[in-house]
Structure formats: C-alpha cells, structure tokens
C-alpha cells in the first residue's frame, strides 16, 4: 500500500500517462479508477535497466522502494504471464545476480547453451493446450452403459 505522499510524489516525477499504465491491469474506465485510490493500488518510478527481446521493461529504484522490492517488470501485453520473462533477466528480477544481462559478458553467452529454450513457449496451464497424461492402467470405475429392448 503507498501512502498518499509517495503516489502523488511519483505521479509527478512519472506523469499522468504512466500512471494510468501502470493501473492498467483492469480494461473498464470504472475498475481503473477503483484501483486508482485503493489501498493495493501502487505506481513506482525508477530507472529504466534494460529491454528483453519481448518488447519487456525491465526497472530498478534502489533509493525510494523496500529492500527486494527495488526491481520490477512492465510487461508489453496487458495480458500477460510470467513465463514470459527471459530467463535472464529472470535471475536479475530475483536478485540471483547483481548485474542486468546486457551488461554482463558471461552471461550473454548463457543463451547458447544446448540444454536451452531457443523460442518462448507460453505456459498453457488452464487451457485446451495443457498437457494431459496418457493413463495406461484400466479404470477402477466402468461407466453404466444401459441396454434397452426397444418397445414394441
């Protein structure tokens, strides 16, 4: 929760545009300003670190923010999920490394590893494209199949 200060502090160092970003996680003008003046919304300022491949923004603020809580993500979708966060940058969001990926030189060639991921693929949990497992033993239950004479 941000007290009135500090929004109003970062609303002038960010501007109205970004601010309305940032609580853009809702799409009806009403929820947006619901989630304007309530207790969990939070708009935050900070330095602009670096930019994946998928268009993500990535920041820090190691003045005004909570110890590990001075990194944080913009997504590009409004729609998003957190599997699409490079594994890279992911290790920076989760304070594993100190140095953002652009920046260090062991870790840009970390991408060329055999064992890696070359393209994204979207967590379909939820969804028609989540995996199934094939079951290879016999049900404990049969389904009733009734078999009716016709009438005559």
């Given at each position: 929760m941000s007290t009135i200060s500090r929004t109003l502090g970062y609303l002038r160092r960010i501007g109205i545009k970004?601010?309305?970003?940032?609580l853009n996680d809702s799409r009806t003008l009403t929820s947006r300003l619901t989630a304007a003046f309530s207790a969990s919304s939070d708009t935050k300022a900070g330095t602009l670190i670096g930019v994946d491949k998928y268009g993500n923004k990535f920041f820090e603020n190691m003045e005004e923010e909570l110890p590990l809580r001075t990194r944080w993500v913009d997504y590009k979708?409004?729609?998003?999920d957190?599997?699409?966060v490079e594994?890279?940058?992911h290790a920076w969001l989760a304070y594993t490394v100190d140095t953002p990926p652009q920046n260090d030189s062991l870790m840009a060639t970390a991408n060329?590893?055999?064992?890696a991921v070359p393209e994204h693929r979207p967590n379909f949990t939820g969804t028609r494209g989540a995996f199934k497992t094939y079951s290879t033993t016999k049900?404990?239950?049969n389904a009733w199949d009734p078999v009716a004479a016709p009438r005559q």
């Open positions: 970004e601010y309305w970003h940032q979708n409004k729609d998003y957190a599997s699409q594994p890279l940058w060329a590893r055999a064992w049900p404990k239950i």
